[in-house]
């Protein structure tokens, strides 16, 4: 797996690089900023990018401009973003472009190895991998009474786990149930959704998104 | 313009009761500026000494009265504090020398303005019904007022009535006039001091008080920043080494040592960074040495030889001391970085209720706000004070930075 990294701060650029070595990973490039990050892109064509949200010059957004930017160039590539605070707004700019072969991550998962490396694995496999406490954020947030039927607490469990970019099989897991029980689950929940009937992973996420966007209003 | 015509009399109507209130305390002033006269040649003699403090109460009344009158016709004329207790501290207050100056001005052109305004219309009333009384008088007499030729029967008489109407004219349009520059010397002498305009006084303090929230504002994202970048960081790092080296200990026991030394400077670095922080919201070394032990420390770390010379009894608000230790800190570090100087100065003095700061160097000057100096995070954090800050620099040097603080204790 070909990576590339962008993040400013020395420190945790050399750890992640040595982490990923270590790993046996192909870091390309590690770089320090937007501009940089673009060009290694483009000269390496990596599999993966990991990028930092906070980035010079303004340190705000510039990690996800940029990560944006090399999606719209490089389709393909899959990009884990790392980002020190849950950001909702950042987050759910990144996953309105698709989320198939996405990830956010907070920084401190990173940590966390084996965790850190199967949320990497699973992106680079075309999946999705969202930050628990990200859609904890998001799902836990206020809502009024929507136009939604509400969802059960365990069709909202299997939402959030769904919406971290789990398989049903990980989800069974996690939830001490079958891999059928999960499926049923799923089902309804995109019945409730409006959507059709469909577990592939881009329709996994777009249920989620869904239902983050009937709770806003 | 029969409408015009008949407003223009209102008003001249109006403005002739203005002249007459004018007149009458003009009256007055006047009494007191003879009295104050007296009293001034007597206490020549010796004798006067113990009359003077009756002039001054007498000038306040007088005062008092006219600012009334002024207040019924225009925006309030707001009084001065109390007679301060002694004649030298009278002496010396600015309310009272405006007091005394109004007095000498409105006794006396003032006086003259009333009394000119008054006898207009009274000479136009007495030309415009001469031909009903004229032949009450001889012919050699003349008219009244300014008519002091010959009047010979009627035609004569109605003559002087069309000076009257003359008169009249001029009346309408001057009175008004009159009337305003009575008022004059009364609304600038009495009214509180010109330094202190209340209005200007209010915009100035709302400017201030939100630069205190933008300063303030400014202040929180800086911490903001630097525990982010820093602080934060760092422990992210931490924690990525220290699963690095989890992950190492199953199959590379040898590379742990070495990724144990980074996460020991990550925290290390951590540590020294969040202790940046900390000193830079509150300098615990004011808490412990004061405020001059705090300069005194930045002098002896400074690289250019620093002479500290502080003159503050007693303590000053936290924040005004933090103030003054962040502007110290930031002109010295501008010192070192930018003035080629050999030597520096501190000065820190108490006047009243003022904290003076003054930092001068021998440097090659030049210095301007722009080009991140540092001066204009100097002059944000003063102005969030009610403070002034002033530097010259001219190129080829010395630079002086003055800065003067309120001490809010």
């Known amino acids: 797996m070909r990576i590339v990294i962008a993040e400013d701060d020395p420190l945790l650029r050399e750890g992640l690089t040595l982490l990923l070595r270590a790993e046996g990973l192909d870091v390309v490039a590690a770089t320090d900023a937007p501009g940089p990050f673009l060009s290694a892109v483009g000269e390496h064509r990596p599999d993966v990018a990991i990028v930092d949200v906070r980035m010079p010059p303004t340190h705000t957004d510039e990690g996800i401009v940029a990560a944006v930017e090399a999606r719209r160039r490089q389709p393909e590539l899959a990009v884990l973003v790392l980002s020190a605070y849950v950001e909702r707004a950042f987050a759910a700019d990144l996953l309105a472009s698709g989320s198939a072969r996405l990830g956010y991550l907070l920084k401190e998962r990173v940590g966390r190895v084996e965790e850190f490396l199967d949320a990497l694995h699973r992106v680079a496999g075309g999946g999705t991998a969202i930050d628990p406490e990200v859609i904890g954020q998001l799902l836990t947030r206020p809502r009024p009474d929507s136009t939604l039927e509400r969802l059960s607490p365990r069709e909202h469990e299997v939402l959030a786990l769904m919406a971290e970019g789990l398989g049903n099989a990980a989800i069974a897991e996690k939830l001490f149930v079958t891999e059928g029980a999960v499926h049923k689950h799923i089902r309804r929940i995109f019945a409730k959704l409006g959507l059709a009937p469909d577990d592939r992973a881009d329709r996994r996420v777009t249920a989620v998104l869904r239902y983050l966007d009937a709770a806003e209003k | ?409």
């Open chain 2, 1 to 409: 313009m029969r409408h015009h015509l008949a407003r223009r009399l209102r008003a001249a109507g109006n403005a002739l009761e203005h002249v007459l209130g004018g007149l009458g305390t003009s009256v007055l002033a006047l009494g007191a500026f003879l009295w104050l006269v007296v009293v001034a040649v007597t206490c020549l003699a010796g004798i006067g000494l113990v009359l003077t403090p009756t002039v001054f109460t007498l000038t306040r009344a007088v005062a008092d009265r006219e600012r009334r009158r002024l207040s019924r016709w225009g925006p309030e004329v707001l009084g001065p504090p109390p007679l301060p207790a002694t004649t030298r501290e009278r002496l010396r207050d600015p309310a009272v020398r405006r007091e005394l100056a109004w007095v000498a001005r409105h006794g006396t052109a003032g006086f003259l303005l009333g009394v000119v305004g008054i006898t207009l219309p009274v000479h136009a009333i007495q030309n415009i019904t001469f031909p009903l009384w004229y032949r009450a008088f001889e012919p050699e007499d003349g008219g009244p007022g300014l008519v002091f030729w010959r009047i010979d029967g009627l035609g004569d008489a109605l003559g002087v009535l069309v000076i009257g109407l003359f008169l009249v004219a001029v009346a309408v349009a001057v009175i008004p006039g009159i009337a305003r520059l009575l008022a004059l010397p009364g609304r600038r002498l009495l009214a509180p001091d010109g330094d202190v305009d209340l209005s200007l006084r209010v915009a100035e303090l709302t400017a201030t008080r939100a630069a205190a929230l933008d300063a303030h504002a400014a202040e929180l994202r800086r911490i903001e920043r630097a525990l982010h970048d820093g602080t934060q960081n760092r422990l992210v790092a931490l924690t990525v080494l220290i699963g690095a080296a989890r992950r190492a200990g199953e199959r590379n026991p040898a590379a742990v040592a070495g990724i144990l030394d980074r996460a020991q400077d990550a925290t290390e670095q951590a540590l020294a960074e969040l202790r940046a922080v900390v000193r830079g919201i509150l300098p615990p070394v004011l808490d412990d040495r004061g405020l001059a032990g705090a300069l005194g420390g930045l002098a002896t770390a400074c690289a250019v030889p620093c002479r500290v010379e502080v003159d503050v009894p007693g303590r000053c608000a936290a924040s005004v001391e933090a103030t003054t230790y962040f502007v110290v800190a930031e002109a010295l570090t501008n010192v070192v970085k930018h003035s080629g100087a050999a030597a520096a100065a501190v000065t820190v003095r108490r006047v009243g209720d003022r904290l003076h700061v003054r930092i001068t160097d021998d440097g090659r000057g030049g210095a301007t706000e722009s080009g991140g100096s540092g001066l204009s995070g100097i002059r944000r954090r003063v102005a969030a004070y009610d403070g002034r800050f002033e530097m010259a620099s001219p190129p080829g040097g010395p630079t002086t930075l003055n800065v003067e603080l309120p001490c809010g204790s």
